[in-house]
């Protein structure tokens, strides 16, 4: 038999996941390790932490090859806007700077007030916010002038793995364009971004097709990964991008709805397309397939706060989803704006804050439960209008993450945005993604269209009319009362960073 493996380098954990060449899953590990937090802003891992993580699950999903099986390859998805910097001998400097580390706001700021800024967007294709490596580039810059001093070179997160295991100082054409520094049209360094960062290209990776196959690790790790020495290591593409081709949403207009932690809606092109406002991203997939759409904060993690307080993390989710269930749609006209941490689209704000709007004597935990999967669902109808405007028209909608557990919420999902939404039956959607890459790249498919043998669908909602019309009323409220808080919003974080320790 002949297998490959998909590997995702997430925020919270890598998974590692063994796959028949047909997609069939055959076995999966994930190692979590820790996302380091203050009230500054920080959000940073352990590089060793992330590469143990990656040893150790590819080993693990490795036991299942028997001695006359082959392992064809093993491929990469991975966050994007991570950010590493290094000295001249290649010790790192800076952990893991992820996307959701939010230090570079006032930088953020002031490149969106520059004359160069917006058009910065236009050329790179990503919206401008602390996530984008050129704000926290200009941060090291103006705090952390000792390291920005040193560092001679600059990775990502895969590029950093793929350093280790291969000596290689790349980065692939899907990670680079979500950096904020890659022109998407020239398909190389945008020069207004380096000068604002004040870098040059000899401190940058090069940039490789998400195709480029590496091969010859040392010894010491092939052994601890239980593969060959010259086993093919993909570098395949990012997390986004890999997520639609894995639930098999590639072709026009067909959009791919994820809620985990956090959240996205994605729709594929066929070349680059940017927002005249400034709303939407877009990164490559590979150079034929552009993936353009919005990144939400507001996901699964505002779930968990209401779990944790509200009800105090006495109940499950299956619990809590049970008592919202038994509240109507619009929960009793209450609303809730899920920014508690700040927001990317549709606002590209990291000073919004969340906020329930209509609460009276009569709402209760119930109520209040409901709001939250609405609002988490209303803000990604948001940034829905707002990619109608770039692509046109979703005819339909995959929907993948942890949130398609509950029925309660696919089937909101379904009502907000009247229309059938499938779940597919692959939940592994990023691994997926980089083995079809994978197997592109060893010849073994001729296109990624081969993704529709391999993605059924497993179950479907549909809109129930009783229920959109409810929320048709409702939506055009909680998208004015966001644009009316906007403007406050930068007052309250300021007020409230005082009490920060």
Known sequence: MEYLIGVDLGTTATKAVLFEKNG??????????????????????????????????????????????????????????SLIAFDENWQPLTRVITWADTRA???????????????????????????????????????????????????????????????????????????????????????????????????????VEPYTIEQGMPHEFAKKMGIQEDTKFVWGAADGPLSNLGVNAIKPGVAAITIGTSG????????????????????????????????VNSGGDVFRWARDQIFDGKLSYDEITALASKVAPGADGLLFHPYLGGERAPLWDANARGSFFGLNYGHN??????????????????????????????????????????????????????????????????????????EKALGIVDNLEVIEEMVGTNRSYEPQVEHFEIYRELAPIFIRLSRALTAEYQNISNFQRRFED
């Open 264 to 295: 996205a809606i994605r729709v594929v092109t066929d070349q680059p397309k940017t927002d005249e406002k400034g709303r939407t991203f877009t990164y490559a997939l590979d150079r034929e397939h552009w993936v353009v759409g919005g990144p």
């Open 24 to 81: 069939k899953i055959v076995a999966s590990s994930s190692q979590a390790y820790p996302l380091y937090r203050d009230a500054s802003g920080m959000a940073e891992e352990a590089l060793e932490d992330i590469f143990e993580a990656v040893l150790v699950t590819i080993r693990e999903v490795s036991f299942n090859l028997a001695e006359e099986d082959e392992l064809l390859a093993v491929s990469f998805s991975t966050q994007m806007h």
């Open 365 to 438: 935990r119930s109520q209040m439960t409901r709001s939250v999967l609405e609002g988490v669902v209303f803000n990604l109808y948001m940034v829905a209008l707002s990619l109608i405007e770039v692509v046109g028209n979703l005819n339909m909608i995959q929907a993948t993450g942890g949130f398609t557990s509950s029925e309660l919420w696919t089937q909101i999902l379904a009502d907000i945005f009247e229309q059938p939404i499938n779940v597919p039956e692959s939940r592994e959607a990023g691994c997926l993604g980089a083995v079809i890459m994978a």
């Open 105 to 207: 706001v006032k930088y953020t700021e002031q490149i969106k007030n520059s004359a160069e800024g917006f058009e910065i967007y236009k050329r790179t294709g990503t919206p401008l916010h602390p996530m984008a490596p050129l704000s926290k580039l200009i941060w090291l810059r103006e705090e952390k002038n000792n390291i920005y001093q040193r560092a001679a070179h600059y990775l990502d997160l895969k590029g950093y793995i793929f350093y280790r295991l291969f000596a290689t100082n790349k980065i692939d054409l899907s990670t680079v364009t979500g950096t904020g520094l890659f022109n998407i049209f020239k398909l190389d360094w945008e020069e207004k971004a380096l000068a604002l960062t004040q870098l040059t290209k000899a401190q940058l990776p090069e940039v």
